[in-house]
């Protein structure tokens, strides 16, 4: 029978968010004050000097590594690598500078890590990072053979004045999506059990996670301030859209393109649960005042991204309101869940 | 049969090697000189504003984490962890700043998640860093049942006056040997084989690895300059004592107290391969001039930690030669031997 929901998949959110929660209270007794304070918690923001931070986020690709290794394609799951990263460093304001990877496998398999590292290259190249390290463990008796897994490590550097906090955040503010290139890589526990291995759509699930580091980080220089908030849809699907602000309502009632693969997935799944697990085509959400609305669409549309106003920020009522969902019923996702 | 070499035991160390050679070799082509060079390239030291650089590192346990299963006992592995991480900044002569780490599991248990933390927090407040984030994977289709990889990331300041790069380092700078803890997070994929699961010994493997920040930071602050070189003895044994300069020679001729894991060992394993594959002792080595020495073995005492005058840089033939190894031969290692 197939899995009909996130956690019937063998995921329990839940449970992750309670250890995230326990660490982080853990850790804060001592200095944590010291960190700066930003928009949903995408990136420890750590001050270095005066007015200047860097910004440190870690990240991995999950089961989407099956998925590569089950179509023997490596080549561009690196790419996924580096935007898990560097796409949740955007969301705190920074520029992305550094990116170390740690790979570790069984056996260590030429052809394979030199597919891995061409396409953490290739991903650092399009957020204008450098690649300054990595570590690289062959551990025989803790991988089986021909697994490995892959995390990332992600700095970059964010002035006080870049920085998003989120509190600017008010009603009547714009929500503009920004076009996913697939389902990125969360949701492959589910999104794996659900394509059938002969489908055509398989191969889609594969495309490489769209780095979005080239228009924000010209958005940052060029237009300070301009960009309020911004949520990366990564695990948890929409529910991230009011991670910069958790205690404002948030209206989405206009869709960028539903890929097709999401579009089959949901004649399985409720909306509901689609929306709490894949980005439905929205892989970024700016938030940002009407008057550079044109400014936002404009600077995407030049990286040809797409990208559209599909909401904005009403009322106090802290949920996320997914109007006309897939053409069906609303759905109202309390700011808590996830 | 047992095995005798790190080889043997499924290890290909120069594989590994070349890959990251390759790894580093394609990433520069774009922008590394913007880098600072460090000794012994144990971070990344990346500029971010005028004298001021962030120092980058990641590392794993690998193996330990079987022996730390084994033994039910992952409240200390955590230390470990920050530790392999941390003595790593040190050796180019970075203050330890934050902590992040990435936590990869077939299922969540929240024992073992707790413990896990623990030792984490444990091993940062040792280094005076904060933890500040980190990745909690829940990945049921990519690690079997019960196994679970852990991997760090560090971050730390430096200045260009307290950055380590091993260039003033010459003939005559003294060697100073730091104690271990015991086989500290290297070579266990060849430990596990050659130490009985009923022996006493076992145990010991899983003593927490040294954390060398306290006494090092002080002496990078009180005496800028006074630390020359540094090698954090790890993957590799002592071939890392000559990572700071390898176009020196060096020799060492009086030896801290071998542990009794590895006396044990020693008897079914060559010397060469011991000093090859573990610290035998010696967990960092400082190298300073004469007259720094008593201020760096007190500086290390006053955090209880013995250290001592192992040896010194001498002639220009570019090898460690270890004289009167374990009670016989001198050993010779090439410079480039890992």
Redesign the interface.
């Known amino acids: 029978m197939d899995p009909k929901t996130y956690a019937e998949?063998?995921?329990?959110i839940h449970?992750?968010d309670?250890?995230?929660a326990?660490?982080k209270h853990?850790?804060r007794r001592?200095?944590?004050r010291?960190?700066w304070p930003a928009a949903g918690g995408y990136?420890?923001v750590?001050p270095?000097?005066g007015n200047?931070a860097?910004a440190?986020?870690?990240?991995?690709v999950?089961?989407k590594?099956?998925v590569a290794l089950e179509q023997n394609k490596l080549d561009t799951i690196g790419i996924d690598l580096v935007a898990m990263c560097v796409n949740d460093l955007l969301c705190v304001g920074a520029t992305p500078?550094?990116f170390?990877?740690?790979y570790?496998t069984g056996?260590?398999d030429?052809r394979l890590?030199?597919d891995l590292?061409?396409g953490i290259?290739q991903g650092?190249?399009q957020a204008c990072m450098?690649?300054?390290?990595?570590?690289?463990?062959?551990?025989?008796?803790?991988?089986?053979n021909g697994?490995f897994?892959i995390?990332g490590?992600a700095?970059g550097?964010v002035s006080k004045e870049s920085l998003i906090t989120g509190e600017h955040l008010t009603a009547g503010d714009k929500l503009i999506g920004v076009a996913s290139t697939g389902i990125h890589s969360n949701g492959f526990?589910l999104a794996?059990k659900l394509v059938p291995l002969e489908s055509p759509l398989r191969k889609s699930l594969l495309n490489p996670t769209a780095i979005y580091a080239a228009p924000v980080v010209r958005l940052l220089n060029e237009y300070p301030g301009c960009i309020k908030g911004m949520a990366h849809i990564t695990g948890g699907g929409w529910t991230n859209v009011t991670r910069p602000q958790r205690n404002l309502g948030y209206v989405i009632e206009h869709h960028l393109p539903v890929p097709e693969v999401m579009k089959f997935m949901a004649e399985k799944v409720s909306a509901e649960e689609m929306f709490k697990t894949f980005n439905m085509g929205m892989g970024l959400c700016v938030m940002t005042s009407d008057e550079h609305v044109d400014r936002v669409v404009n600077t995407f549309a030049s990286s040809q991204l797409q990208s559209m106003v599909v909401g904005e920020i009403a009322g106090k009522k802290p949920v996320l309101t997914i109007k006309g969902a897939l053409g069906g019923k609303d759905i109202v996702l309390n700011n808590s869940t996830k």
Chains 1, 2 share one sequence.
């Not at 998949?9 to 329990?12: E, N, P, S, T």
């Not at 440190?56 to 991995?60: E, Q, V």
Request: with cysteine.
């Open positions: 998949a063998g995921v329990d449970k992750a309670a250890f995230v326990r660490l853990s850790a001592d200095g944590h010291r960190l990136a420890s750590y270095v000097h200047l860097v440190l986020t870690t990240d991995g999950g089961t590594l099956l500078s550094a170390l990877d740690y570790a056996k260590l030429e890590s030199d590292v061409k290259i650092c190249d450098l690649l300054v390290g990595g570590e690289t463990a062959e551990l025989p008796d803790l991988y089986q697994h897994d995390a490590f700095m550097t526990s794996r």
